[in-house]
């Protein structure tokens, strides 16, 4: 126990818990309405899409400062985005055939950038791999304040647009209908979850980013049919797993804070899946069996 109360006295371990907090509470608002419009793999392939954006970044400015790098990896990540709803809107590719085609060339382009940053002369590329792998314990508080900062005008656009984004989620059709411009909609929604995806690059990488974004709300989605009660439940899921995966990954040495919050989401996920109420697989396997004894003595009556 005093182990334990020193670790929450840390201030390393304070600043890198507070930024996975943050970070879990965006992407499981955002991941949520990424999940209920069938769009879970956008994560993956924004955040494959980020790494040449923060490799011409940093050829370009000679820079490895964060603020630079995630300006760089959201241009690449929203051009990306668009590029993918352009594809579908405009030719018979469906969602998953236009991610794939996008995230494959967007995230070879910069592993060609990264080989070639290597080579330039006087060029100190170290630190880029942070953003493909992650690294969390890399966090300092001008990153948790940057968080913070992002996370307020996210979370402030999700209030002010809740309703529309709810009527847009559920029936874009009807709300097309009543005069909504879902053109427009479905760009903001976009957009915002682009930012948030990038936002998180440096905590759990380019590889992890997208389990980070859909685990929460899948999850939450597990334990009420409410919106509302989703869009929390993820947030709250999100904020647990990175503090939760920051106390592990700092009581166990040499393991890496990143994979640990997903794999603590993960679990979350798991329990939910197995024991929610109405949704969990137990339940539906307890009900299916009482329906077989329930049929079975029927029968013998008969």
């Not at 996370?151 to 709810?166: A, P």
């Not at 904020?239 to 640990?260: D, E």
């Amino acid at each position: 126990m005093e182990h334990f109360f020193m670790l929450l006295q840390d201030y390393t371990f304070q600043t890198v818990a507070l930024g996975s907090a943050l970070l879990g509470i965006i992407s499981g608002v955002l991941g949520s309405f990424a999940v209920l419009k069938k769009q879970s793999l956008l994560g993956d392939g924004v955040s494959h899409a980020a790494l040449p954006g923060v490799v011409m970044a940093f050829l370009l400015t000679g820079s490895k400062n964060t603020e630079v790098l995630l300006l760089g990896a959201l241009l690449t990540g929203l051009a990306a985005t668009f590029l993918i709803l352009s594809i579908v809107r405009n030719t018979r590719l469906k969602f998953d055939s236009a991610l794939a085609l996008v995230m494959s060339v967007f995230f070879g382009l910069g592993m060609v950038l990264l080989t070639y940053s290597q080579k330039v002369p006087n060029a100190n590329q170290a630190g880029l791999k942070r953003f493909i792998y992650g690294q969390a314990s890399t966090l300092l508080e001008r990153d948790v304040l940057l968080m913070a900062g992002c996370g307020v005008v996210l979370l402030g656009l999700v209030i002010v647009f809740w309703k529309e984004f709810k009527l847009f989620s559920f029936d874009p059709e009807f709300a097309e209908t009543i005069g909504f411009q879902t053109k427009w909609l479905n760009a903001l929604l976009s957009t915002l979850i682009v930012i948030a995806i990038i936002i998180g690059l440096q905590t759990v990488g380019v590889v992890l980013m997208s389990a980070m974004l859909i685990t929460p709300a899948v999850a939450a989605r597990q334990w009420s049919n409410r919106l509302w009660v989703m869009v929390l439940l993820a947030s709250i899921f999100g904020a647990v797993s990175g503090v939760a995966g920051t106390f592990f990954s700092s009581v166990y040495t040499n393991l890496p804070t990143g994979p640990v919050i997903v794999v603590c989401i993960t679990i979350i996920a798991v329990i939910s899946l197995l024991f929610a109420p109405e949704r969990g697989i137990m339940l539906q396997i307890h009900r299916r069996h009482k329906n077989q004894v329930r049929f079975g003595v029927e029968r013998r009556k008969i």
